[in-house]
């Protein structure tokens, strides 16, 4: 029912930035829970950052606190993932999920997600 497109991923130092971003195509944007998860190489997809329809209420996984933050635009049917202060254990694919919901408590199970994107790749060299 919605299609997932990410972008902004790339190569930067240790202590940079980064914002990815992803589109979404498909009715009513507003009623998803939006996510954001990675995975490194040889370990389990991870939960990042998720949110619900309007962005109001945000959570994380405690190694980003206080350096990522989720963001949202319906207007553009669009999520985004800024990224600060970056360290090399942030390196992996990161990838946008969505589920129809209007829930509003952590979802930060894979598994509570039914659409996903192709993933984009963030490395961070020291």
């Known amino acids: 029912q919605v299609q997932l497109v990410e972008s902004g991923g790339g190569l930067v130092q240790a202590g940079g930035s980064l914002r990815l971003s992803c589109a979404a195509s498909?009715?009513?944007?507003?009623?998803?829970?939006m996510g954001w998860f990675r995975q490194a190489p040889g370990k389990e997809r991870e939960f990042v950052a998720g949110?619900?329809?309007?962005?109001?209420?945000?959570y994380y996984t405690d190694p980003v606190k206080g350096r990522f933050t989720i963001s949202r635009d319906n207007a553009k049917n669009t999520v985004y993932l800024q990224m600060n202060s970056l360290k090399p254990e942030d390196t992996g694919v990161y990838y946008c999920?969505?589920?129809?919901?209007?829930?509003?408590?952590?979802?930060?199970?894979?598994?509570?997600?039914?659409?996903w994107g192709q993933g984009t790749q963030v490395t961070v060299s020291s």
């Open positions: 999920a969505a589920d129809y919901t209007l829930a509003d408590w952590p979802k930060s199970d894979r598994y509570e997600y039914e659409y």
């Open positions: 498909g009715r009513t944007f507003s009623r998803y829970y």
């Open positions: 949110c619900n329809w309007n962005g109001g209420i945000t």
